[in-house]
């Protein structure tokens, strides 16, 4: 099912959330959203922007899902996209938090 808040924003081609983790209250604010505007479980869309030097890093985490790469013109950065199937938001987070350890990853 498609999220309500990407349609809320007009985002239903690419239905991906902007987060960023900061202080535990943008988490639980994070993970409110999550549950309002998901039904789950889920297929879930991931996308992150990763350095070149880190992308090795990134693939590693998730070597048994789907991952699609689009690298940018400049060949600097990866853009890696993928759907996993997500029982719950803190599932969803997990994997924010997992890629946040990699160096110089943006999260969308």
């Not at 987060?19 to 209250?25: A, P, S, V, Y």
């Not at 959203?33 to 890093?57: G, M, T």
């Not at 924010?96 to 350890?101: D, T, W």
Request: hydrophobic share 45%; with cysteine; glycine share 4%.
């Amino acid at each position: 099912m498609r999220p309500k808040l990407a349609t809320a924003l007009g985002l239903e081609a690419n239905p991906t959330i902007v987060w960023i983790m900061m202080k535990d209250g943008d988490l639980e604010s994070f993970r409110s959203s999550l549950d309002a505007n998901y039904d789950w479980p889920c297929l879930y869309p991931f996308k992150f922007i990763v350095p070149r030097d880190h992308s090795e890093q990134v693939l590693d985490l998730f070597a048994d899902d789907p991952v699609t790469a689009n690298e940018s013109s400049s060949g600097r950065f990866i853009a890696y996209t993928m759907e996993m199937n997500m029982h719950s938001c803190d599932e969803v987070i997990a994997v924010y938090q997992r890629v946040a350890q990699v160096p110089g990853v943006i999260s969308l």
